[in-house]
Every structure is written in structure tokens, then in C-alpha cells.
């Protein structure tokens, strides 16, 4: 059963960092781009990052650029988001996304709030 598990979530103050894991299983990360997304209460799901197969191109939305950076370890069938300099506008639940034969799956999200 494919499945994306994220951790790594949790409370930190502005300015802190956090490392957001996406875990695959039921299949490769090996030959699949994914996405990092986010949702914050009240607005609709946003990418933030994505890194494709190989891990030679990465893309950041432009609220994260500079601040943010997605790495893949594919020996661990894992991509990770290094999430630097958070401040409370990066408060929101962040899940990481593959799409597979047309069909986007998802997991079930990891919570980061920045607050003092």
C-alpha cells in the first residue's frame, strides 16, 4: 500500500528551524518529483517546494526562497524540508505530495507553528 508519512512538525519560536521528513512506502521515491505543500487555517493549500527525481532541480515559492531548502536521500526512500528562519506566516499543517499514474497522493500532514 503506497503511503507518504511526514514528521518532524512541532512548536518553534520566530527565527527557529525545523526539518520536516516525508517517509515513502508501498513504492520508490526514486523515480517521482515531490512536493512539499502547505495549509494554513482559513486558505487554500500552497507548494512550497518540490525536487525532482534526481534531486538536480528544486523549485521554492517565493515566500520561502532563501529560507527553505528540500533535499532527497533516495537510499531512504525519504525527501526532507530544512525550514530555516520560520517566522509565524510559516504556521501551518505541511504535507508532501507524489503524483502516480494521474492520481495525487498525499499524507496526513505534520503541524509547524512559529510563535513566541
Known amino acids: 500500500q503506497l503511503q507518504l508519512v511526514e514528521s518532524g512538525g512541532g512548536l518553534v519560536q520566530p527565527g527557529g528551524s525545523l526539518r520536516l521528513s516525508c517517509a515513502a512506502s508501498?513504492?520508490?521515491?526514486?523515480?517521482?518529483?515531490i512536493g512539499w505543500f502547505r495549509q494554513a487555517p482559513g486558505k487554500e493549500r500552497e507548494r512550497v517546494s518540490c525536487?525532482?527525481?534526481?534531486?538536480?532541480?528544486?523549485n521554492y515559492a517565493d515566500s520561502v526562497k532563501g529560507r527553505l531548502i528540500i533535499s532527497r536521500d533516495n537510499a531512504k526512500n525519504t525527501v526532507y524540508l530544512q525550514m530555516n528562519s520560520l517566522q509565524p506566516e510559516d504556521t501551518a499543517v505541511y504535507y508532501c505530495?507524489?503524483?502516480?499514474?494521474?492520481?495525487?497522493?498525499w499524507g496526513q500532514g505534520t503541524q509547524v507553528t512559529v510563535s513566541s
Open positions: 525536487i525532482t527525481s534526481s534531486g538536480d532541480r528544486t
Open positions: 508501498g513504492f520508490t521515491l526514486d523515480y517521482y518529483t
Open positions: 505530495n507524489v503524483r502516480l499514474s494521474s492520481r495525487d497522493y
